[in-house]
């Protein structure tokens, strides 16, 4: 079954998703954050608690046009779903964290 979006294309279901296979090298995890101090160091906080071999400082950031909001992608090695939902809840539990993709 495909889900069709409002412009008439195909989405993809969770039951057509590709499977990860676990460990999964250089899974990426992005944030969508408003830009408001220490965010950065407060999600390399969070991620280093379900991922600790991650390195905080190989992250790419890109800022929004009028500096509102910021996304990071961060590189961590994924080990389950049981970890990447608890790292999914604990980014979601900033306030200032608006999507984790």
Known sequence: MA?????????ETA???????F?????????????????HAILSEKL?????????NAVKVNRSSKGR?????FRIVAQSEAQLA????DLMSIDAVKMVM
């Open 3 to 11: 889900l069709i979006t409002k412009n008439g294309d195909q989405a």
């Open 15 to 21: 039951v057509d998703a590709p499977k990860i296979e």
């Open 23 to 39: 460990p999964c090298d250089n899974y990426v995890i992005k944030v969508v954050a408003l830009d408001v101090d220490d965010i």
């Open 48 to 56: 280093k608690v379900h991922a600790p071999e991650i390195d905080a």
């Open 69 to 73: 909001f910021v996304s990071y992608s």
């Open 86 to 89: 608890a790292l999914h809840t």
